[in-house]
């Protein structure tokens, strides 16, 4: 946990995560990590991503709501469980969520479920992960 501070009576809460798997190859091979430390109940402001190997990139974000999901997107039951995907083709990408993300732990393990899919046409690489959300 980088940065936190009272606002309004909720807690700006910023993490950072970095991948460094000695590069995720550009063939649809993910990593699927935990930003630990998170609160249970969040709204997700911001997120900002570095390819930290600055060439084509192709890549895709998800948010999960529970752990062993089984990142599925043909199983119709777990669909709820994916709170976002963006495709990603910029080395650097920041996005303000205007009104936020409603975010809810649903395992209760106080983790932001993230994954990170290198898609095929990007360059193998790690990642910067920075997420900034309101808790309480």
């Known amino acids: 946990m980088s940065a936190m501070r009272y606002s309004n009576q909720q807690l700006i809460q910023e993490d950072t995560f970095t991948i460094n798997s000695g590069n995720i190859a550009a063939d649809g091979s993910y990593k699927e990590f935990d930003i630990t430390g998170f609160a ?3 709204q997700i402001k911001q997120i900002a991503i570095t390819q930290l190997t600055g060439t084509t990139a192709n890549y895709t974000i998800e ?4 752990d062993a999901s089984g990142y599925d997107p043909a199983d119709t039951s777990k669909r709820y469980l994916r709170i976002l995907t963006r495709d990603i083709d910029e080395n650097e990408y920041n996005e303000n969520i205007d009104g936020g993300i409603d975010y809810v732990d649903r395992d209760s393990t106080s983790e932001l479920h993230m994954r990170l899919i290198n898609q ?7 990642f910067d992960v920075v997420i900034k959300a309101l808790v309480w």
């Not at 948010?63 to 529970?66: A, P």
């Not at 046409?121 to 790690?126: I, M």
């Open 40 to 42: 249970n109940y969040a």
């Open 63 to 66: 948010i999960w709501e529970k």
């Open 120 to 126: 095929t046409g990007g360059t193998a690489s790690d």
